[in-house]
C-alpha cells in the first residue's frame, strides 16, 4: 500500500462545499492531468467546458434534476465526447472525414471517463472534493443548447470541484471476487458474495451520518432496472453524428 492507492480508496463523492474557491492556475494543472490519461490511437476526443456563469449555473443544476451544487460549487466542469476537432483536422488536410461509427463514439466517450477519473484523482490529491454529475443527460439536449454544441460535441457527465464542506463515509464496493474472474466468465459464487454484500451495503445505511435507507445493493440495482434508462439518448446522439453506423 502507498499513499497513492490508499488516497484512491478513500474516494467519497462530495455534494456540499465551502465558499473558498479554486485557482484558475491550478484548475489548469488538473486539466493537464487529465491529459495525461490514456487516448486511443492519440484521439485526444475529450473537451471540458468550465461553466462560470451563474445564471448557466443554475440552469445547469435544474436540468440535471434539482442539484444545487451544480450551482454551488467552486467549480462545474462538463465533460463533453468531442469529434469535431477532427473534422478539423481531415479539412485541415483535405481529407474526407468516416464519421458516424459506433467505434468513434465509444473511443470518445472513454477518452472522456479517463480523462476526468484523472483530473479527480488529482484534485482529491489537493484535498479538494469531486462529485460526478450525470444527470445532465436526463435533459441532454437542452444542456447542448445551453452550452452551444456543435454537431459531434455531446455532453457525456459534469464534475463538481470544490473544498470540501462535508466528511461523508466511503461506500463499501462490490467483493473483488464478484469482479475479478480468473481465465473465464463464471458467476458461480456471485450470489452468495452478493447477498454478504447486501447486508455491508445496509450495515452501511444504517450507520451513515445522512440519507438513511434500508436496501441493499441488489434491491437498490434490481429496482433501477425496471425502469427506462434515459431512452431519449439514442435519438440525440444520432442527430449529434453518432452511431450511424
Known amino acids: 500500500m502507498n499513499d497513492v492507492i490508499e488516497l484512491m480508496l478513500s474516494h467519497r463523492s462530495i455534494r456540499k462545499f465551502t465558499d473558498q474557491k479554486i485557482p484558475q492556475t491550478t484548475l489548469e494543472t488538473l486539466i493537464k492531468a487529465g491529459q495525461s490519461a490514456a487516448t486511443s490511437s492519440f484521439i485526444q476526443s475529450c473537451t471540458i467546458i468550465q461553466v462560470n456563469d451563474a445564471d448557466k449555473r443554475a440552469q445547469l443544476a435544474q436540468l ?6 451544480v450551482a454551488q460549487a467552486a467549480t462545474f466542469l462538463v465533460f463533453c465526447a ?16 468516416q464519421s458516424g461509427f459506433t467505434e468513434q463514439f465509444i473511443t470518445a466517450t472513454l477518452d472522456c471517463g479517463l480523462f476526468a477519473q484523472n483530473v479527480v484523482l488529482a484534485a482529491q490529491s489537493l484535498s479538494l472534493g469531486c462529485v460526478y454529475i450525470g444527470g445532465l443527460r436526463n435533459n441532454i439536449a437542452q444542456v447542448g443548447q445551453l452550452l452551444e454544441l456543435p454537431d459531434l460535441v455531446y455532453p457525456v457527465f459534469g464534475l463538481c470541484l470544490g473544498h470540501p464542506a462535508q466528511d461523508p463515509e466511503v461506500k463499501p464496493r462490490l467483493p473483488v471476487e464478484v469482479i475479478l474472474k480468473q481465465d473465464q466468465y463464471t458467476d458461480k459464487n456471485d450470489r452468495a458474495d452478493i447477498e454478504q454484500y447486501d447486508l455491508r451495503i445496509k450495515e452501511y445505511y444504517a450507520n451513515r451520518s445522512s440519507n438513511v435507507k434500508q436496501q441493499g445493493w441488489s434491491e437498490q440495482i434490481s429496482t433501477m432496472l425496471t425502469k427506462e434508462a434515459r431512452p431519449h439518448m439514442l435519438s440525440y446522439l444520432q442527430s449529434k453524428g453518432y452511431l450511424q453506423k
Open 64 to 69: 440535471a434534476g434539482g442539484q444545487a451544487y
Open 82 to 97: 468531442d469529434m469535431q476537432r477532427h473534422q478539423l483536422a481531415c479539412d485541415m488536410h483535405q481529407q474526407q472525414m
